[in-house]
Structure formats: structure tokens, C-alpha cells
């Protein structure tokens, strides 16, 4: 999807970092302010968007809410590659923290959104079995050079949706078969053929029902995560099991499994609504 490019940039990602080695992380905290105001400045085209959003979330928006909602996208930018280098500095705070962790301890389909810190859960999500997450990144070749100069070795792999439908149903096929996590954006549908409409915000929406169609298919527990910051190095996650009706027809309960999510979507965003990281317009008919 041509909207649902990963905003930001490698080598500005390398230079973060790189300052964070060397200064430690509240000054590279800091030095986002001036950063963020940069891009306040030049990335005119996130603006448009995000005002619709905030017009769906019935809320107000001017210069300082986008502001304010472009540094937390920085923040938790820098923090997918600084939980990795020091996982010890960082809190995942959950409630009830052993459903979630029994669930993923087999192959479990885990739902992500492009919200909050979700790039940087995978130093929080307390399993031991490998993490596969499913997307189509405009910066994948550059973020895996970003990790690689810094030796970075991750639960996390990512299947690139770029090789096509074949490969990558083979590669969640497999890492399921072998009890692994497989994750999934269902905010952004790679195709056309992925998505599904659904009332968002009180208006219809296309979502991705990929997860929810590979849950039912392959008879695996399907679970959203919620990464939430809120503060310095600081998460908190909150989660849905959702309940995935097998005697229905396929169709059927896949819709009603992705309103499930959708509806708890719009609880979290209501809550913290500048920590959705979708620069387009989400409603827009294509």
C-alpha cells in the first residue's frame, strides 16, 4: 500500500542511536524536541491526515496536538532500536500478565496495530518461542542495516511481504507448526484481497483480515496487544483474547473476531489518540 509507508528515515535512525551510545538516552530525549520540530516543519504531508483522524475522534487539533503526536512517533522510533541494545532499561507493565504469556507459549497469532511502542515490544513480551511479524515495510532494507551495523540480535523476524504470497504463507505455516508467535498489522492490509470494511469510529473502515483468517484456519488462539507509552522507556500493554468462533462459517466469524479487535482499537486510540501512527487517511474509498 503506497499510504502505508513507514515513516522516517535510516540513516537518521543511525544518528540517533549513534548519540544515544555516546550521550546515554535523556539527551537523545531531549535532542528529539528540536528534531520533531523539524519534521513540524517539512513533512506537511502527515498533517492533512492526522487532522481527519482527530475530526473522526471528535477531537480538537492544531500545531501543538501535531506536534505533540509527530515527537511520540519519534520516540517510539528510536525506542525499537534502543529497547534491543538495552532491554534492561525498558518497562513493560501488564495486567494479569500470565493469560497473555500461557497463550503465546504455543503458535498463537498475535495482532499488532502501527500504534505506541509496538516495535519495541518485543524486549516486553515475555515469551521464549520465536516472534515472526508479518508486514510490508517501506525501510525494511534500511532498519535491517540499521540493526546489523549494530549487531543487534532480535526475537523478533521479520516476513517481508515483499516475497510475495507463496513464500510468506510458508513461513507463517511453518513457524506456527512449530508453536512459534506469528504477528500481523491489522490496521493496514497489505492488498485489496486482505481487506475487510467495519464500522470505525462511526464510519466504515477497511481493515486487514489476514490474522483473523489464518487464526480460523489453522485452529490457533488469537490475541491483540495494545503497547502503550507513557513515559521515559516505559510501556504499558494491554490485551484482548479474542474469541474465534469455529462453528460458524468462515466469513462469519472472521467479521465478528475483527470487530472484536476494532471495538477495544477504538477504546485504546479514544484513550490515547496520538499514538496511532498512520499518516493517511484511513477512511478514504479508494
Request: glycine residues 4%; aromatic residues 16%; proline residues 2%.
Amino acid at each position: 500500500m503506497e499510504n502505508g509507508k513507514q515513516r522516517g528515515s535510516a540513516w537518521s535512525i543511525q544518528l540517533a542511536l549513534f548519540l544515544y551510545k555516546l550521550f546515554g538516552y535523556k539527551f537523545l530525549y531531549t535532542l528529539l524536541y528540536p528534531i520533531t520540530f523539524f519534521y513540524f516543519l517539512v513533512a506537511k504531508n502527515a498533517k492533512e491526515p492526522l487532522k481527519i483522524y482527530y475530526k473522526n475522534l471528535g477531537l480538537e487539533f492544531n500545531n501543538k496536538i501535531y506536534y505533540e503526536h509527530l515527537r511520540i512517533f519519534a520516540v517510539c522510533m528510536v525506542d525499537r532500536f534502543a529497547s534491543k541494545i538495552n532491554p534492561e532499561n525498558y518497562t513493560f507493565e501488564y495486567e494479569n500478565i500470565e493469560i497473555p504469556v500461557k497463550t503465546l507459549e504455543s503458535g498463537t497469532v498475535l495482532v499488532y496495530s502501527h500504534f505506541g511502542g509496538w516495535a519495541a515490544s518485543s524486549s516486553g513480551v515475555h515469551v521464549k518461542n520465536k516472534i515472526h511479524i508479518v508486514m510490508k515495510e517501506a525501510m525494511l532494507d534500511g532498519m535491517r542495516e540499521v540493526e546489523n551495523a549494530l549487531g543487534l540480535k532480535s526475537q523478533l523476524n521479520i516476513i517481508d511481504l515483499n516475497q510475495g504470497t507463496i513464500a510468506v504463507s510458508v513461513q507463517i505455516a511453518n513457524a506456527l507448526m512449530n508453536e512459534e508467535v506469528v504477528t500481523i498489522m491489522a490496521d493496514r492490509a497489505s492488498n485489496a484481497k486482505a481487506e475487510m470494511e467495519v464500522l470505525f469510529l462511526n464510519k466504515k473502515a477497511k481493515f486487514n483480515k489476514n490474522p483473523f483468517q489464518i487464526a480460523y484456519k489453522t485452529d490457533k488462539p488469537i490475541v491483540a496487544y495494545f503497547i502503550i507509552f507513557t513515559g521515559i522507556q516505559h510501556y504499558k500493554v494491554e490485551y484482548i483474547i479474542i474469541d474465534m468462533d469455529r462453528s460458524k462459517a468462515e466469513d462469519e466469524a472472521v467479521r465478528e473476531a475483527l470487530i472484536q479487535y476494532v471495538k477495544k482499537f477504538e477504546e485504546i486510540i479514544k484513550q490515547y489518540p496520538n499514538q496511532w501512527f498512520n499518516f493517511y487517511d484511513f477512511w478514504e474509498k479508494k
